[in-house]
């Protein structure tokens, strides 16, 4: 049985992932998120607030159950946040600690209780959904990019203390979807120019259709679901698919 673990699957990136997944067969999904939105016999959801550390707990039960060597295990670090869009300086110490959380802290906590998991399983495979962000400076992202920077750069850590250990059949990726119709783009574009300079830019994408479907990028992340061993780098743009 092939079990992926997928954070953020009301909408978007992690709901369009997840519905792909349910077409096929020996597939179950666990869905983690705030709310629910998809019904299918093959699909669990379970309620957490990544932005409350507490709510980790039932979600790390999830990878106790007696896995066999029969079994492929992937976790997909999809959930995150943009907002609040404003410079340093101007952010409360809530909006520090929440984007933080959602974006950083909890899917490392889910990455380092997924690889306790023993390696007598099939295989095991981590996305991280990263951002072309975390390689870029644009003003009102500081805590989104730098959150999103520090995540490729544990993912890379993680590669290399696998490969260090000889283990051929975990793999860790950070993968940026590109730009993608989703709520998050919604947000961005009703944000004002003092907090965010490029504002025109976004509202642009989205007048002229230059943006990505959830669907269209949900069918790169699969080829990689599909075939890890093809992609030898570790942090990279789905784009490149």
């Not at 997928?6 to 992690?14: D, E, N, R, Y």
């Not at 974006?103 to 991280?128: C, E, G, T, Y």
Request: proline share 4%; with cysteine; hydrophobic share 40%.
């Amino acid at each position: 049985m092939h079990y992926y673990f997928i954070t953020g699957t009301s909408f978007g990136l992690g709901k369009a992932i997840a519905e792909a997944l349910l077409q096929r067969e020996d597939v179950f999904v666990y869905g983690i998120s705030r709310t629910s939105s998809i019904s299918h016999n093959h699909y669990q959801h379970m309620f957490a607030d990544l932005g409350n550390p507490s709510q980790l707990s039932p979600i790390i039960e999830l990878f106790e159950a007696p896995f066999t060597n029969q079994d492929s295990l992937c976790l997909i670090n999809n959930a995150g946040m943009v907002d609040p869009i404003k410079y340093l300086g101007d952010f409360t110490a809530e909006d520090i600690s929440l984007l933080m959380h959602v974006n950083l802290i909890s899917p490392i906590q889910l990455m380092n209780a997924f690889l306790k998991i023993p390696h007598d399983v099939k295989r095991k495979l981590v996305i991280n959904v990263s951002s072309g962000a975390a390689s870029k400076v644009t003003d009102g992202w500081s805590l989104y990019g730098s959150s999103k920077a520090a995540l490729d750069h544990a993912s890379r850590h993680a590669a290399k203390e696998i490969e260090l250990n000889g283990m051929a059949n975990i793999y860790i990726f950070s993968v940026a979807p590109g730009v993608i119709d989703t709520h998050m783009q919604a947000k961005i574009r009703t944000v004002s120019k003092h907090s965010f300079s490029m504002v025109d830019r976004f509202i642009d994408l989205h007048k002229t259709n230059a943006l990505d479907t959830p669907e269209q990028v949900a069918q790169k992340y699969l080829k990689i679901l599909d075939a890890p061993q093809e992609f030898p780098n570790v942090v990279f743009s789905a784009r490149e698919i």
